[in-house]
């Protein structure tokens, strides 16, 4: 869509012909049809590099927040980096979810509803950070794959979408980091709720 987007800025057009050829059905079933067929293995792919890239990019000092006033971490996650430093609070945070729950015979419904709004939390980051990688690969695609890129900064309407692009890539990115942050900050809090709960009387 962002390549679509500033493709129409160089493209010689009138706006009512445009508008005429959308009436058609058939046309608009094969744009759809054309869409789709591309952007779900190509999505995929990019979610995928936009998961590969954060683990190897991403600071210890965010993801320790996860660990922070928890003694019981402190041993385990030192030295460890990226993928393998989440890897071991999240093993750390299932085996309370399951064995710490157990033994204090806690409300497992509860720890449910606030591990499920963590995953959707998580599942909104990586979205964004999907569709950031996205937006600046396709502008990326469209600034290579223009021809004559001098003349765009006489483009008006160019500039115009540049402006409303620019603006929208950078909310979604910062959104993207302050949700990122919390995400581990949540994470915290519900594994130090488990561990300091008491026993529960049946």
């Not at 129409?8 to 049809?33: H, Q, V, Y």
Request: proline share 2%; charged share 20%; glycine share 4%.
């Amino acid at each position: 869509m962002t390549v679509l987007l500033f493709k129409l800025t160089i493209l010689d057009f009138e706006l009512s012909s445009l508008l005429k050829s959308l009436e058609n059905p058939a046309l608009m079933a094969g744009i759809a049809a054309f869409f789709v067929a591309l952007g779900v293995p190509l999505g995929y792919v990019l979610y995928q590099v936009y998961y590969a890239f954060k683990w190897r990019t991403i600071k210890p000092e965010v993801v320790l927040l996860a660990t922070k006033d928890i003694p019981e971490l402190d041993s385990v996650v030192c030295n460890k980096r990226g993928l393998e430093l989440w890897y071991t609070i999240e093993g750390f945070y299932d085996s309370l979810m399951t064995n710490e729950t157990y033994k204090k015979k806690l409300v497992y419904e509860d720890l449910a509803r606030r591990n499920d709004s963590f995953s959707n939390r998580t599942s909104r980051i990586h979205g964004l950070g999907a569709s950031a990688l996205a937006m600046f690969t396709g502008f990326l695609f469209f600034i290579i794959t223009t021809e004559n890129r001098s003349s765009l900064l006489n483009n008006n309407l160019f500039l115009l979408t540049f402006l409303s692009y620019g603006i929208c890539l950078y909310s979604v990115f910062v959104n993207y980091k302050k949700q990122n942050k919390y995400s581990f900050v949540q994470l915290n809090l519900i594994m130090k709720d488990i561990m300091n709960a008491e026993k529960e009387q049946l």
